[in-house]
């Protein structure tokens, strides 16, 4: 085995015990309530991205890629943002502090206890009157009918949508807000992990619908924390679909 195939297999092990390790997130959760003055989201920010460098390893997007999501905000503006995948927060804590005055972000999280600790950590930072938590999956069959009647995410009104769950989700899920008509001509779209672990398919998508339904950027960057395995941002630009 190569040093890099190594390598990488120690990262995807690392992923998946971030994933699925609570032990972690906990211990997260009071690093930054222990450590950030409350309502200091810069502080909160800092933290979790020593935690993620020194502790343990953390599947948000880090510091090197979350300046291109701090970025893609401030240059959308949006007023109403969505989020699929909150894991413990960082990226809401990121949308958060580059949206204008007055905006919402919904997070769409599958599991109920990184929902939790994304909470804490957003109430702890004082973002949380315009940050929330929706659980659920895009494919439900329940939680695209809640963001319109319980939170009011009504017909072309994201500006902004951040993707950085499961990667085989990427394509279907943005195609089943597209359907419902979310999604305003014009709005942002920012994929974390195109390139490691993957979404060759979401790729593709824009590749071919590039210039029709879709203007891409891909940047190239590195996973999160680390230098030397490289991936991919995707910002994309709808266009609106075309007559």
Avoid at 43 to 68: H, P, Q, V, Y
Avoid at 167 to 178: A, K, T
């Amino acid at each position: 085995m190569s040093r890099i195939s190594y390598l990488w297999s120690l990262l995807k092990s690392a992923a998946r015990k971030g994933e699925t390790d609570d032990a972690n997130k906990l211990a997260l959760v009071e690093h930054v309530t222990a450590n950030a003055p409350r309502g200091d989201i810069d502080a909160a920010i800092k933290l979790i991205d020593e935690f993620g460098s020194r502790t343990a390893f953390l599947m948000n997007i880090g510091d090197e890629k979350g300046e291109l999501l701090d970025d893609a905000v401030r240059r959308a503006r949006p007023q109403i943002a969505l989020e699929l995948g909150a894991f413990c927060g960082y990226s809401g804590l990121r949308i958060a502090r580059s949206a204008p005055e007055g905006s919402r972000l919904y997070s769409v999280e599958m599991n109920p206890f990184n929902a939790e600790v994304a909470t804490r950590i957003w109430e702890h930072a004082g973002v949380a009157d315009r940050v929330a938590a929706v659980v659920g999956a895009i494919d439900d069959g329940k939680t695209l009918g809640r963001l319109t009647d319980e939170f009011a995410v009504g017909p072309g009104s994201v500006d902004f949508l951040f993707i950085d769950h499961h990667q085989p989700c990427y394509l279907p899920d943005l195609l089943q807000l597209l359907g419902a008509g979310l999604l305003r001509p014009g709005a942002t779209v920012l994929a974390d992990n195109v390139g490691f672990p993957g979404s060759p398919k979401y790729r593709k998508h824009m590749r071919e619908h590039e210039g029709v339904d879709w203007q891409t950027v891909e940047h190239k960057t590195h996973l999160e924390y680390q230098s030397f395995v490289p991936d991919l941002v995707l910002e994309s630009t709808y266009l609106g679909e075309k007559a």
